[in-house]
């Protein structure tokens, strides 16, 4: 069961975006959808280790967000809405993107990605770009008429916003304090790529964070800084991320000031999350179309006041192929080429693979008992076929940052052996001990 250490190569691939979507689909993180009907256009379904490790990304951040502060609450709103929401927040005139026609080839485009260039045939004869609504509509009931439609959101914020008031009494919170909330939302894109980056169906985590709007200033440079640090801690490298602030001319039409949170994707830089001042648009917008008063009394102080509004909001399937790009790298073991994903073990689908030496009968029943121990803690895989050294291998490439091995000697002196993923190194412990080694190598 020895190996060599671990030597970091000096040729990192170059086309690590193929390498990283060739990983998804072999191991199964991300599969195409209905891809034995031939795909469905930029949709995807997350297979068996894909849900776990989106789950863990969710799990880190409502950890973050929500678990580890005594000043954001939870909600889960509904994904279908209605289209006075939609209206009150501005979606339905303002949430387009400008789209163009190629004359030549007939596809189409967003035009402020193209570079006045059709991608598919090279043609610079295209027709003048034309603004595009995002949104999904559908009928809720059995007849398609006005007064059924519906929408599927475009984002999680909205609903946050329509219940600001049902928070506020049912919790009795004060500004500041924020509503957290993850979930899908849906938007109709014109050209989905690279990818999960850019889906029409995705996840999202926001938080609306209700400030004074005298505090609105201070309350955005710190969910700037809270935010860049979330990334860093769970393992992005510095050098891969960055924090670019918009131009006055790209501001969202609710924004007084909004910085992306981006990350040096193959392609270069991209946005991985939003941190926004909404200032009091929504509450404001809301209250003036559904004639409710969407404010704040402050008892002490007698005033009544409408809060400003700091806004982060993360995609979380993009988020996911951040980490796995950052993750994946290629090294040598036992001068033998391995491929690795080094994850944060937060992340990892699984934390400890469970490998019995051999399929021998008397070695699967104490491996299938060190199972039970360690499932309670955390999420676990039995491995049971191919050679040891093949099994590491597998349990490296998907990121699994401790291997569990039993083998003879184990059946004699009840101990096993731990595997550090990332050097390789060894240990023996005592099976007596492993649940408190595990807890303490995990953190928990």
């Known amino acids: 069961m020895t190996e060599e250490p671990a030597d970091q190569l000096d040729d990192q691939p170059n086309d690590l975006m193929e390498r990283v979507v060739n990983l998804c689909k072999r191991r199964g993180f991300i ?118 439609v519906a929408y599927l959101r475009p984002e999680t914020a909205q609903g946050m916003f329509v219940n600001f008031v049902n928070v506020l009494q049912t919790t009795r919170k004060k500004p500041p304090f924020g509503i957290a909330q993850v979930g899908k939302s849906f938007r109709n894109e014109i050209t989905p790529q690279n990818f999960v980056f850019r889906t029409r169906e995705f996840e999202q985590m926001e938080m609306e964070y209700f400030v004074p709007p005298d505090e609105a200033p201070k309350w955005f440079e710190y969910w700037l800084d809270e935010r860049f640090r979330w990334y860093l801690d769970l393992g992005i490298p510095p050098e891969k991320l960055r924090l670019r602030h918009h131009d006055p001319d790209e501001l969202s039409h609710y924004s007084a000031g909004t910085a992306d949170v981006e990350f040096l994707f193959p392609w270069g830089w991209d946005e991985l999350e939003g941190i926004a001042n909404r200032t009091d648009f929504d509450l404001l917008a809301h209250a003036a179309a559904s004639g409710e008063k969407l404010e704040y009394f402050d008892q002490a102080s007698g005033e009544r006041y409408v809060p400003y509004v700091i806004e982060p909001a993360a995609g979380a399937t993009r988020t996911m192929m951040a980490f796995l790009l950052a993750a994946y790298d290629e090294d040598e073991v036992g001068g033998e080429k391995r491929t690795i994903l080094r994850l944060d073990p937060r992340l990892a689908p699984y934390q400890v693979a469970v490998l019995p030496l051999s399929k021998n009968h008397t070695l699967v029943p104490l491996s299938r008992e060190v199972l039970g121990l360690l499932q309670p803690i955390c999420m676990c895989d039995l491995d049971l076929t191919q050679s040891i050294g093949k099994r590491y291998r597998r349990q490296d490439e998907v990121g699994t940052p401790y291997c569990v091995t039993i083998d003879f000697e184990s059946l004699e002196d009840r101990a096993v052996t731990v595997r550090e993923r990332d050097s390789t190194e060894q240990v023996r412990v005592p099976i007596d001990a492993l649940v408190a080694e595990i807890r303490g190598r995990l953190g928990r």
């Open 31 to 148: 599969f195409p959808s209905a891809e034995i009907y031939g795909g469905f256009r930029s949709t995807y379904d997350y297979g068996p280790l894909g849900t776990l490790m989106l789950r863990n990304v969710k799990d880190a951040w409502w950890r973050a967000m929500v678990q580890c502060r005594d000043d954001v609450v939870a909600l889960d709103a509904a994904i279908l809405s209605a289209p006075k929401i939609w209206e009150a927040s501005g979606h339905l005139s303002n949430f387009t993107d400008p789209l163009v026609d190629c004359r030549n080839c007939h596809e189409r485009w967003r035009a402020d990605k193209i570079e006045g260039v059709c991608p598919n045939c090279g043609s610079a004869d295209l027709t003048e770009a034309r603004a595009f609504n995002l949104m999904f509509k559908t009928f809720a009931g059995p007849v398609e008429e006005d007064a059924t």
